[in-house]
């Protein structure tokens, strides 16, 4: 038997390092999406085949967990240790998002994986349940994960979330904007980047305490901006929320050159998405300037993505 599920990415627009030390964050799930297909194989163990990475590996066991596959057999193992049904398996991992990007890429492929082994093995899952165990996949790649991008991946359209009081839907109408997202070309490594926070916070808390205050109350303002259609301010907002990653020490040059060049080029807002140092920022767009901003973006960046707000999160397909 074989299923196929996939997942959305996602774009957090506020609140990306603040929400690891329960302050509420507010992500929006993309069209670009992450596609797994599982099926019941004869033989032994659980082969992982990624298109994107070209890598094919069979696990059999407790192997070490440095392979890049290895977290996608991790969600696969977890989902049959709960629905309680074993089953050699072979699982295709086939991603729009591209990864490292802060675009959710571990969260989505580790959503429709839950999703697809569940079902090739003959177990519908609730969206809860997909969620809970693709977070014990995001542990293995993310260390401390915040739980926001499995959440969004299985839900879809705009969520705020906080880590001790879960996630609350926003109703919005996305159809006015678009997003832009631009890669820096930088590698990075979101637990690293977390890891480095932590570390500062640790060292000046009583300078970060009111910098994750203020976080924690721009983002219940962004969530009033999008639930009432106000996108400029939800720009200015995205602009203020830059500031403090940048004052926690997850920018750079290179992020800060792309974040004004999509200013100039008239985007409302634009910030690093994800955790820093690296990857993609993002720019909120009026529908009709988001081709002008991804122009100028491309003078300074090798991939542009422009992408809408996804409603759909996690689904089954033929």
Excluded: W
Excluded at 62 to 77: C, G, H, M, N
Excluded at 94 to 100: M, Q
Excluded at 160 to 173: H, I, N, P, V
Excluded at 236 to 244: I, T
């Amino acid at each position: 038997m074989s299923a196929v599920a996939s997942a959305p990415g996602k774009v957090i627009l506020v609140g990306e390092h603040f929400v690891v030390e329960n302050e509420p964050a507010i992500a929006v799930a993309i069209n670009l999406r992450a596609r797994v297909r599982a099926t019941k194989v004869e033989g032994e163990g659980v082969e992982v085949r990624s298109r994107e990475l070209g890598l094919a590996q069979v696990f059999r066991g407790d192997e070490p967990r440095s392979s890049p596959l290895y977290p996608v057999y991790f969600a696969a193992k977890v989902t049959m240790e709960y629905i309680g049904v074993e089953s050699p398996l072979r699982v295709e991992v086939f991603s729009d998002i591209p990864p490292a990007s802060g675009m959710g890429s571990s969260a989505a492929v580790a959503v429709a994986t839950v999703a697809a082994v569940a079902k090739a093995l003959g177990v519908k899952l609730a969206e809860d349940e997909i969620s809970r165990l693709a977070y014990r996949a995001e542990e293995i790649v993310h260390g401390k994960p915040s739980g926001i991008d499995n959440t969004i991946s299985t839900y879809g359209g705009a969520i705020a979330y906080r880590k001790t009081e879960g996630f609350l839907r926003l109703e919005a109408d996305f159809s006015p904007i678009r997003l832009v997202l631009a890669d820096s070309g930088l590698p990075r490594s979101t637990g690293e980047m977390v890891a480095r926070v932590r570390r500062l916070k640790a060292k000046y808390p009583r300078v970060f305490e009111p910098l994750y205050h203020a976080a924690g109350r721009l983002a219940i303002e962004a969530g009033k901006a999008i639930e009432a259609g106000n996108f400029r301010a939800l720009g200015e907002l995205m602009n203020v929320n830059h500031g403090l990653l940048s004052a926690i020490g997850v920018s750079n040059e290179v992020l800060e050159r792309l974040v004004y060049r999509a200013r100039e080029a008239g985007a409302l807002g634009a910030k690093i998405t994800g955790a820093g140092g690296g990857g993609f920022i993002v720019a909120l767009c009026e529908k009709g300037s988001e081709e002008r901003v991804a122009k100028a973006l491309r003078e300074v960046s090798s991939r542009v993505f422009v992408v809408d707000v996804s409603g759909e999160g996690v689904r089954y397909e033929e």
